[in-house]
């Protein structure tokens, strides 16, 4: 989900992209396919960065064109072009993970199947990261289940311990949300819209006075868990995720936004200050679930999708952390627990949120009534606010120039 404003040059890049996609579109798939292969192995070393680019296009291209030749031409063109080394780790994982997804998208389920026909020996490769991410976007979509080359790889790459073959093979029913757009269900952008959809959070004294008695309880690694959906998917602030401890259980009906405004969050400093006041209310697992998905599934702005195999990941490894629950739950058994747990949804207008594009905060009390997570992220698109401060300051140069204007 990225919006690029044009700046100087773009217009001859797009011009020539452009004619690189109707020269394309004129080539069989077969001819796509040789000429990728001559741009990997075109003299000593790996491919530039243009050949490469080139590369994964036609790549992306095949994957989207249904036919079995095409199919088996995509991933290999793949594993060719990041095995040559001409693409950086980041570039490396968008294409694999968007092949993966239009081939999903794309292809009949036979003509996928013939990719499964050998084990691996190993995890590390493209070829296998390819196979493992195909796999979690068939789960995503219900199918591949009972096809043996299919259910032979997943089992090996559980054996071998790929973070993807922990996700179950078929969609979860807290998973029925995913990837699903309903018209007039955008983003939560304003407090009527937030109140129009969940039923609010009382806010109490009692509330409150347990909230300033609430201790920090710092754990850097389950943190980087808990935010990991919106760095993966290149959201433009930094996220905040934090964990709280009472001397004492709090009851579910203190638990609302007089309790939050009290701990020591930075997207709640200078609460108060700007026109609106910060509302909490109560939400369901499957509702903060569905938003990590999309956080890194869709990506920031200025960000890259994940593609849905690991955009699934992360959203569990997110309501993991959030929860405290060791890796080696089941995910069965993480949704039962869920139940047990107080979800809020909150909304606060400080200067931490960007309140254009999207932003979020959550706020999870444990069963035990004594632990609390609080996750919070804001997305803009810098480079347009970026260009619209330059605007303004020369503006205002221009008006103290010419005064009489």
Known sequence: ???HRETPGDSRSDRHRREESQHLAELGPEAMYEAAVRLCTVGEGPPGASAARTGARIAETLADTRSRDCAMFAADLVSRLLSAGGMSPGEGDRLLRSVAAKLVRAQHLRDIEPLFAELPDGVPGPAVELRA?????LALTGSGGGRRSLE???DRLRELGHPLARLPRTRLDIEHRFAVRVRGLGSVKTAQQLRS???????TDRGRVAGRGASDARDNGRANAAARPFRAGGWAREPEARFFTLPSPLSPGDFGISFIKELPLRCLAGEGSRRGSALACVTTPDDVLKELFSASYLGGVNGQGQGGAYARLYAWESLYALMGLPAGVPLLEAVRRAADHRWLRFMAFTDWFHHDTSDLAFAVLD?????????AATDTDAHRDALGQREVVLARRGRRQHPSR
């Open 133 to 137: 991410c195909l796999l979690g976007e």
């Open 367 to 375: 069963p035990t009534r004594t632990r609390i997570a609080v996750l």
């Open 152 to 154: 032979a790889y997943a």
């Open 1 to 3: 989900m990225s919006h």
């Open 197 to 203: 959809r969940f039923p609010e959070a009382p806010s």
